[in-house]
C-alpha cells in the first residue's frame, strides 16, 4: 500500500531519514528533508540522491563540518535556514570532487576556502529562498469521458502582478538573482571570491530551471528570452531583459532591470563589465547591438565573417 511505498523509498535515503526522524515531529512535514525522502520524477531523485551524497561525504572528510551543520539542519526553526545549509552541504560535497579534503570551512566569514596553484580563493554559497508572489497558476482541460487533466505552470521566481507595471516573469528571476548578496560583508579585496548559486532549494524550485538561462538569449515557439541568470550575472541598471520578444511579428514584453548586476556591484564598476560571452567573435553574435546602448557603453556593430554589420535581431530600449 502507501505506507509501504513510502517506507521503501525512504530507505534509499538513508542519510536523509535519519536526519529527518530528529526533526522534532510538529515541524518534520514542511522541512526541506521531507519533500527529498519520498522524492519522485528524475528532477527529485537526482536532487535526492545529491544531497544524500554530500551529507555522506563531508561526514568522511570534513566531519566536524558536518557535525556542526547537521544540528543546524535539525534544530532550526527558520526552514530558510536549514535549506541555506543544505545548499552549503552540496556546494561542499561538489567542490571536494575537485579538491578533495585540502578545503578549508571556517566556523565564520566565507563559507570555504580553497587553494588553486598558490592563490586563495573564497568560495560563498547562496541559497535564494522562496518567492512571496504567487509561483504556480493551474490550467485544467477537459477530456473525453469525463477525465480531465491540469496542467501547472511554475515561475520559481514569482510570476507578475497586477500592481507592478512592467512586471514579467524574467524580470522577477533577474530582480531575485541579481539582488542577492547585495548588503555585502565577508568581502575581502586581497582573496578573489567566488558566489556559488545554490538553486536546489526544494522549496523554492521543484523544477529545474535549465542550463538555458544561463545564456543570454535563448529561442523557441518562434519567439526570443532573455537568460535570467546571465542577465543578473552581467546586465546592468537600465538594460531590456525579455519575457517574449517575437521573431515573427517584433511584439516584445520586457523589463528594465532596476538594478545593477552581481558582478558590477561586486568588481565596483560603473560601466560595461565585459563577460566570457565577449570573448570572441562569435560569440559577440550573442551579444545584441544597443543593449549596452548608452553612455560610457561600447556601442560598435559587430563584424561577421564577410565585414559586414554583423546580421540578426537587435533589441533596443523601449
Known amino acids: 500500500g502507501i505506507t509501504a511505498r513510502r ?11 535519519q536526519l529527518l ?38 561526514r568522511k572528510l570534513f566531519p566536524k563540518f558536518a557535525s556542526r551543520k547537521e544540528r543546524l539542519v535539525v ?22 570532487c575537485v579538491f578533495g579534503s585540502s578545503i578549508q570551512t571556517p566556523d565564520v566569514g566565507s563559507d570555504f576556502l580553497v587553494t588553486v596553484g598558490t592563490r586563495q580563493l573564497r568560495i560563498e554559497v547562496v541559497t535564494p529562498a522562496g ?6 497558476i493551474y490550467f485544467e482541460r477537459l477530456r473525453i469521458d469525463n477525465v480531465s487533466t491540469t496542467t501547472t505552470s511554475i515561475a520559481p521566481f514569482g510570476y507578475p502582478t497586477e500592481d507592478k507595471p512592467g512586471d514579467t516573469v524574467q524580470g522577477n528571476a533577474v530582480s531575485r538573482l541579481a539582488a542577492l548578496k547585495q548588503k555585502e560583508h565577508q568581502a575581502d579585496q586581497t582573496i578573489p571570491s567566488v ?22 538569449f535563448t529561442s523557441g ?11 543578473a550575472s552581467y546586465g546592468q541598471l537600465g538594460d531590456p531583459v525579455y519575457d517574449r520578444w517575437s521573431l515573427v511579428t517584433g511584439e516584445r514584453r520586457s523589463y528594465k532591470m532596476e538594478l545593477n548586476s552581481i558582478r558590477l556591484r561586486r568588481i565596483g564598476g560603473s560601466g560595461h563589465a565585459p563577460g566570457v560571452f565577449e570573448s570572441g567573435v562569435e560569440m559577440s553574435h550573442l551579444l545584441p547591438r544597443n543593449v549596452w546602448k548608452g553612455e ?11 565585414g559586414d554589420a554583423a546580421s540578426g535581431l537587435r533589441p533596443e530600449h523601449d
Request: net charge negative.
Open 7 to 17: 517506507d521503501r523509498e525512504i530507505m534509499e535515503y538513508p542519510v536523509i531519514s
Open 21 to 58: 526522524a530528529q526533526v522534532p515531529s510538529a515541524a518534520q512535514a514542511h522541512h526541506p528533508l521531507a519533500r527529498l525522502a519520498v522524492a519522485q520524477g528524475d528532477i527529485g531523485r537526482r536532487r535526492a540522491g545529491h544531497i544524500e551524497q554530500a551529507i555522506s561525504r563531508a
Open 75 to 96: 534544530d532550526d526553526s527558520d526552514l530558510n535556514n536549514v535549506a541555506a545549509t543544505l545548499g552549503e552541504f552540496r556546494a561542499l560535497s561538489d567542490l571536494a
Open 131 to 136: 518567492s512571496t508572489k504567487n509561483t504556480e
Open 195 to 216: 558566489l556559488w548559486i545554490d538553486v536546489e532549494n526544494e522549496r523554492a524550485f521543484p523544477v529545474s530551471i535549465g542550463a538555458s538561462q544561463a545564456q543570454p
Open 221 to 231: 515557439h518562434e519567439e526570443l528570452v532573455s537568460g535570467a541568470v546571465w542577465w
Open 296 to 306: 560610457g557603453h561600447d556601442t560598435t556593430t559587430p563584424k561577421d565573417d564577410r
